[in-house]
């Protein structure tokens, strides 16, 4: 995360990322160590592989926590086939190495930061780039609209997007697409798939312009973990209302109907975010978690785990840890943060606290402006039973539009059967009806 799992890499740089010291390095030996730590993971040799780690990485990592992160990656993207060449980058006094790793489903890129006397001071595992080309869906037809790459937002966060903009005179009615947790690039991208793509394109089609953007923590995921108070302000809420900000001062872009979709952790803040900013014409919420953060997070790791023990293989995830995990994030008072090692996916105690005071639904209710709320009932990680909730109190509001799709999963995919991790490898695009159904909605107001 911080982030709500919307996809299959997000669980794992969920798991996995933490602080970088600075992406400073020199030569050296630093590939060929970063070769050995990767291949003693491989082996399972985690008391050798911690070793290595400086003091601070140490403190945040013991050889029993990466050995559960480690043999957890396999359970979502399948067996690791192949570890890449290392390829470093000298900033004295550190070297950042970066290092390929195929697994079975899909790639990763491992990061380390070593210091000069060989150890590590930085461990952060992000998904690889998809190399293969990407084919638009037959819903996007691209002599409709163009697409120019923009910066918003104050320079300590500055961030790039695209912006597609119909071909047609403005101002236009403008959508802002707003990611789930974890560090997304502008098209939330997981594996094959880009659903923030298919929204923006399938929405410029049909008259509505489109921006969409990398996320902070991506652009500038060193820096933003080293903050140990983030919440979710930090995370997404400031990009939201500066990209809001930079809009209105867009001549193509009617300042009156600039809307926001958010998807997943996204659109569990849509209504948070609604309610701080008065230029917003209305929100789509695209799977939207209604239940608090940590009971989804122990919820989707038990339901993935089933998936395993239901294949007859042994389960690979230490739950009774995260139960104890979660009952302290239960446990939190704002006078008493334990260390964020000992709380769920190492999120920090300022996070969970945050979010404790936030009930979704109940500040929707508040709201007057426009709401779509759609849903997969497929989805596994925000499930119908977060639907239900917000459909038992928003239905029949007059500024409220509920929807649920049958087939269609976390990434309003369509499939069929029980959705799991391993179907966000598969090639796919987001449901024509959805793009139709939100285009619809926007026209309509």
């Known amino acids: 995360m911080p982030r709500l799992l919307t996809c299959l890499a997000a669980i794992i740089l969920a798991l996995l990322m933490l602080p970088t010291a600075g992406w400073t390095d020199s030569t050296g030996t630093a590939g060929e160590q970063a070769l050995v730590f990767l291949q003693q993971l491989r082996d399972g040799k985690f008391t050798e592989a911690v070793s290595t780690f400086d003091s601070t990485m140490a403190s945040q990592l013991s050889a029993a926590q990466l050995e559960r992160l480690w043999i957890s990656i396999p359970q979502q993207v399948g067996e690791l086939r192949n570890i ?19 697994f079975e489903l899909t790639s990763l890129n491992a990061q ?3 210091r000069a006397n060989g150890e590590v001071a930085g461990l ?15 819903y996007v037809d691209r002599s409709l609209f163009t697409e120019s790459e923009i910066t918003f937002g104050e320079a300590e966060w500055e961030l790039p997007g695209t912006l597609s903009l119909p071909n047609t005179p403005g101002p236009l009615p403008t959508v802002i697409l707003v990611h789930g947790s974890g560090p997304n690039d502008r098209d939330e991208t997981i594996g094959p798939n880009k659903p923030f793509r298919d929204i923006a394109c399938g929405l410029a ?3 509505i312009a489109a921006l969409r953007y990398d996320k902070r923590t991506r652009v500038y995921g060193e820096k933003f973990i080293l903050n140990p108070g983030y919440t979710v302000r930090e995370e997404v809420m400031e990009d939201v209302l500066a990209a809001v900000d930079y809009l209105k001062e867009h001549g193509q872009v009617d300042p009156g109907r600039i809307y926001m979709l958010g998807h997943s952790l996204g659109a569990m803040l849509a209504p948070r975010i609604a ?13 939207g978690a209604a239940r608090p953060l940590e009971d989804l997070i122990l919820e989707q790791m038990t339901y993935i785990d089933s998936l395993s023990v239901a294949e007859g293989q042994p389960s690979q995830l230490d739950l009774a840890d995260l139960q104890v995990r979660v009952a302290r994030v239960r446990a939190l008072s704002l006078d008493q943060h334990p260390p964020a090692t000992d709380l769920p996916l190492d999120i920090p105690a300022p996070y969970w606290l945050d979010l404790r005071y936030y009930a979704p639904v109940d500040v929707a209710a508040q709201l007057e402006l426009p709401m779509l709320i759609i849903q997969g009932a497929r989805d596994y990680q925000v499930t119908i039973e977060d639907f239900g909730i917000w459909a038992s109190t928003l239905e029949g509001r007059d500024n409220a539009t509920l929807t649920l799709y049958p087939t269609l999963n976390h990434l309003m995919i369509s499939g069929s059967g029980k959705s799991k991790p391993s179907e966000y490898t598969t090639p796919g695009h987001v449901d024509k009806q959805v793009i139709e159904d939100i285009a619809g909605w926007i026209q309509a107001h």
Do not use: N, W
């Open 275 to 287: 309610a701080e900013c008065p230029d917003l014409a209305g929100i789509v919420v695209v799977a």
């Open 112 to 114: 380390m930061t070593y």
């Open 124 to 138: 952060f595992f992000v998904a690889a780039e998809d190399k293969s080309e990407s084919v638009d869906p037959a």
């Open 205 to 207: 089609s049909r008259g």
């Open 84 to 102: 890449g060449t290392p390829h470093t980058i000298d900033q004295p006094p550190y070297t950042l190495v970066t290092t390929r790793l195929d």
